[in-house]
Each structure stands twice: as structure tokens, then as C-alpha cells.
């Protein structure tokens, strides 16, 4: 069973950058869309970032242009570049991936951006 790992979160001041990290344990990315959800204390889980099999993005509206999402398939990891950091990004931040059985979550890295 494949499992997704994060790792990168952490505190940061207003305006900081830090850079989250998701490994996969099998090669999933380079087939499968892999995706970055947050999810902040009273508020339901959303959809930060995507990169589909083939390389395309999306990032969502409220973080565009400070977000960005990458891969690196040959180490079966995604990333999301995190600049700007504002406190309304302070959540837990979930990398998920839609393979054959389902979709698939991580544990979850807490990220704290402190005003």
C-alpha cells in the first residue's frame, strides 16, 4: 500500500517562505495527480494546489502567485513553495494523491505563520 509522508511545515513569521515536502513509497506521481489540502482549526479541508501525471498545475485562487506546486518524479515527490506566508495560511497541510484504489492522504504537517 502506497504512503505519503509530509514533511517541511513548521512557525514562521508574516511574509516568510518555507517549502513543503510529500514522499511517496511507490512511483505514483508521475501517473497520478498528487494535490496539496490545508485544513485550518474550524474550517473544512480545501484544496491548495494540484499537479496532475503529466506535469500541469493548478493552484487555487487564494494563494496564486505566492504558491507554487512542483514534482520530481524520478524521487516520487511533490512540493509546494510556500512565499509570502500570510496567517490565514496557518493550517495543517495534507498531500493526497488519486491512484487506483481511491484517493490517499498523509498524515499532515502543521504550518504556524505568526503575525
Known amino acids: 500500500q502506497v504512503q505519503l509522508v509530509e514533511s517541511g511545515g513548521g512557525l514562521v513569521q508574516s511574509g516568510g517562505s518555507l517549502r513543503l515536502s510529500c514522499a511517496a513509497s511507490?512511483?505514483?506521481?508521475?501517473?497520478?495527480?498528487g494535490s496539496w489540502y490545508r485544513q485550518a482549526p474550524g474550517k473544512e479541508r480545501e484544496l491548495v494546489a494540484a499537479?496532475?501525471?503529466?506535469?500541469?498545475?493548478f493552484v487555487a485562487d487564494s494563494v496564486k502567485g505566492r504558491f507554487t506546486i512542483s514534482k520530481d518524479s524520478a524521487k516520487s515527490t511533490i512540493y509546494l513553495q510556500m512565499n509570502s506566508l500570510k496567517s490565514e495560511d496557518t493550517a495543517v497541510y495534507y498531500c493526497?494523491?488519486?491512484?487506483?484504489?481511491?484517493?490517499?492522504w498523509g498524515q499532515g504537517t502543521q504550518v504556524t505563520v505568526s503575525s
Open positions: 511507490g512511483s505514483i506521481f508521475s501517473l497520478n495527480t
Open positions: 499537479i496532475s501525471g503529466g506535469g500541469a498545475p
Open positions: 493526497s494523491a488519486l491512484v487506483a484504489v481511491g484517493r490517499i
